[in-house]
């Protein structure tokens, strides 16, 4: 069934439009995706991510569980990115180990919902909050790479004040649009909302093709930097996820003993973004390399999470 998982998810169309940016740049193929058009793509991502987040969200009764998981969702998303960075520094530059410690923190939807088929083989349930969950741990690992950024950036330039720092990261306008947009989506009258649906439900595929295409080419233009790292970004990319999946799937037990609930927060700390933190870089940060962080989330964690990864952190979620 995981091979099953796997030929699916590999022939995702989305996937492939990524691998045909790629291609693209070695046939030295002049196709482009028009730099305000991306940009507009990039930050469409980000609105439809919060705001069905936040829809989610708005459905829920909330009790103390609940409150906990959040809370433990948003410390997940924030300490991964913490300490990958320092990890990462050892061999990136600061805004590259900026980019991938946030992707490593932030999460993949494409790993959630193949997360949820898993659950549907063994006969669970996945809790509508945990969508929620999912889109709340987008902002708090976005907030983290860039203020590490900005922060390293300029240590040696001159020094700043931390509390404008923290200011400019949470005002940037990826975050900034990505959280507000989440707060729309709880606050926003059910009614209204269906108005908005087929902008934010029906055309995110499509959209998504488009940017991983944009992404494709990018990354193809940069892909030699990838190799001249040696096998680090390769076996960081294969063991971080997997050890952030399984102490997660087991710590989350303190807050939830719902094994679908602890198998899904195993997914989410493995999980590595190729959609929301991408398209905020794009924006926010364009020098950092998405040759690096692009083929390490999508060609190694991705794979790796729906073959070993997800029997892996089920058993974990299972202990008692």
Known sequence: MNSELLTENLTNPALLFFVLGIVAVYL?????????????????????????????????TFNM?????????????????????????????VPDAGAISASYGSVSAVTFITAATYLEMHQLKLDGHMVAIMALMESPAIIMGLLLISIYRQENEMKIKKTQTIKHSITNGSVLLILGSLII?????????????????????????????????TSGKKLKSFFSYGWFPVFFALIIP???????????????????????????????????????????????????FLPMALAITFPINITIGMPLYYYVAGLE
């Open 28 to 60: 030295k193929s002049d196709l482009a995706i028009p730099p305000n058009s991306s940009k507009f793509i990039s930050l469409y991502l980000l609105f439809a991510i919060g705001f069905k987040g936040g829809q989610e969200l708005s459905h829920e």
């Open 65 to 93: 569980e609940i409150a906990w998981s959040m809370l433990l969702g948003i410390f997940i998303s924030a300490i991964i990115p913490l300490y990958t960075f320092y990890i990462l520094r050892t061999k990136f530059s």
């Open 185 to 217: 989506g709880v606050v926003a009258d059910a009614k209204q909302a269906e108005g908005i649906k087929p902008f934010t439900n029906d055309l995110f595929k499509g959209f998504l093709a488009i940017f991983l295409l944009d992404m494709g080419i």
């Open 242 to 292: 997997l050890i952030n999946g399984c102490v997660f799937a087991y710590l989350s037990g303190f807050v939830t003993d719902e094994i679908s609930n602890r198998f899904i927060f195993g997914i989410l700390a493995a999980s590595a973004s190729y959609i929301a933190v991408p398209a905020a870089m794009k924006v926010s940060v364009p020098s950092a390399n998405p040759g690096l």
